[in-house]
């Protein structure tokens, strides 16, 4: 007889802990995640004449950034490459409740490759050597056109 019991509370049991769990998540509220990547409206400049650089980070990637040159429409189209080229010796370093830091190098076409530190604060990356600050927005892809025809 209790064998009998057992086995009758046992056929319950899936399904309430199946009525648990819809319960649980019923109750979890919903967050929307942010896009990937943080990535400048406008170029940082690289030199006296130069079109500047347009920059794209991911925070959650300890080497996660890219670069390419403007298009006529600013960072939302490129000049350069088949697509966005990835930074060299990138190191992103994401500091808890304080501002995140990132480092890369870029090569230049005549001399020794150039060394960015930016700084992504309050919706925006600063050069820290400059002091140039330039706003930025949040993407979840870097397909960047090509600048012909725009």
């Not at 046992?10 to 019923?26: F, V, Y």
């Not at 390419?68 to 350069?80: I, Q």
């Not at 966005?84 to 001399?111: I, S, Y």
Request: charge should be positive; glycine fraction near 12%.
């Amino acid at each position: 007889m209790a064998d009998g019991l057992g086995r009758g509370r046992m056929r319950g049991c899936p399904l309430a802990l199946l009525l648990l769990g819809l319960s649980l998540g019923a109750c979890r509220t919903v967050v929307p995640s942010l896009p990937r990547y943080i990535v400048t409206f406008a170029p940082i400049q690289l030199a006296v004449g130069h079109p500047g650089l347009c920059v794209a980070v991911d925070p959650t990637d300890a080497h996660g950034v890219w670069w390419w040159e403007p298009g006529r429409s600013g960072c939302t189209s490129r000049t350069t490459g088949p697509t966005v080229f990835a930074a060299d010796l990138a190191k992103v370093t994401a500091r808890n409740g304080a501002a995140t830091q990132v480092e890369f190098r870029v090569p230049l076409m005549a001399g020794l490759p150039r060394e960015y530190t930016l700084v992504i604060e309050g919706g925006a990356l600063r050069d820290a050597a400059s002091g140039e600050k330039v706003p930025a927005e949040r993407r979840n892809d870097l397909s960047i056109p090509p600048a012909h025809g725009q």
